[in-house]
């Protein structure tokens, strides 16, 4: 079966655009805080602000860069005994202003979904968006330092309850406070590039 024109063009391409884009393997450090859950009575409780892990994957993209960000944050509640942890998977874009010679700033943006693993909620898969802004530092050809600033949103399920127990050993039932919970993140991460 003889390839057809098409397929060989379409493919010459691909080669040629990933033989000049440059790849970008970034794993992150940080911590993020954000999030409420509300108990029977409305009494408001905050996921504990915890250290987050994250990695982004990108190639170039004109003047900016294009991924897969993933990341993750292990918490619990304030004055409840309930554990919860998010996970974040975004396919983002930012684009990337240079200041001076080894030195870059960048804002950008993320669409994708998330993962609530948390006993008070049925569902717990949701729509999430992220915004960041960042500086890069390039230590080589290949190294560069970023620190970045993240809002993350996402949908959550706050239609179903859960028991807790408080401090005190009394029984409570909470959800989260809203459908839509917001966190923000600072970040510090090695950036690779090849």
Same mark, same amino acid.
């Given at each position: 079966?003889?390839?057809? *024109? +098409?397929?060989?063009?379409?493919?010459?391409? *691909?080669? #040629?655009?990933?033989?000049? +884009?440059?790849?970008? /393997?970034?794993?992150? !450090? %940080?911590?993020?805080?954000?999030?409420? &859950?509300?108990?029977?009575?409305?009494?408001?409780?905050?996921?504990? +602000?915890?250290?987050? $892990?994250?990695?982004? !994957?990108?190639?170039?993209?004109?003047?900016?860069?294009?991924?897969?960000?993933?990341?993750?944050?292990?918490?619990?509640?304030?004055?409840?005994?309930?554990?919860?942890?998010?996970?974040?998977?975004?396919?983002?874009?930012?684009?990337?202003?240079? !200041?001076?010679?080894? $030195?870059?700033?960048? !804002?950008? =943006?993320?669409?994708?979904? @998330?993962?609530?693993? =948390?006993?008070? +909620?049925?569902?717990?898969? %949701? $729509? #999430?968006?992220?915004? $960041?802004?960042?500086?890069?530092?390039?230590? @080589?050809?290949?190294?560069?330092?970023? %620190?970045?600033?993240?809002?993350?949103?996402? /949908?959550?399920?706050?239609?179903?309850? #859960? =028991?807790?127990?408080?401090?005190?050993?009394?029984?409570?039932? *909470?959800?989260?406070?809203?459908?839509?919970?917001?966190?923000?993140?600072?970040?510090?991460?090695? &950036?690779?590039?090849?």
């Amino acid at each position: 079966m003889k390839p057809s *024109i +098409a397929s060989l063009l379409f493919t010459s391409a *691909i080669i #040629s655009h990933s033989t000049q +884009a440059d790849i970008y /393997v970034t794993p992150w !450090v %940080g911590y993020t805080l954000g999030g409420e &859950v509300v108990d029977q009575d409305d009494n408001e409780y905050d996921l504990k +602000a915890s250290e987050s $892990f994250a990695l982004a !994957v990108e190639a170039t993209l004109e003047q900016g860069r294009i991924g897969l960000y993933y990341a993750t944050q292990n918490s619990s509640i304030d004055q409840v005994n309930e554990d919860s942890a998010i996970h974040y998977l975004h396919l983002q874009s930012s684009i990337y202003y240079p !200041v001076e010679k080894n $030195f870059s700033t960048y !804002v950008g =943006v993320g669409l994708g979904g @998330s993962y609530t693993d =948390v006993d008070w +909620a049925d569902d717990k898969y %949701g $729509f #999430s968006a992220s915004l $960041f802004g960042g500086m890069e530092y390039n230590l @080589s050809d290949n190294i560069a330092i970023n %620190g970045q600033l993240r809002w993350l949103g996402t /949908v959550v399920d706050n239609e179903t309850t #859960s =028991v807790c127990n408080l401090p005190s050993s009394e029984a409570c039932t *909470i959800r989260f406070k809203t459908d839509w919970m917001n966190q923000f993140s600072a970040n510090i991460g090695l &950036v690779i590039s090849f």
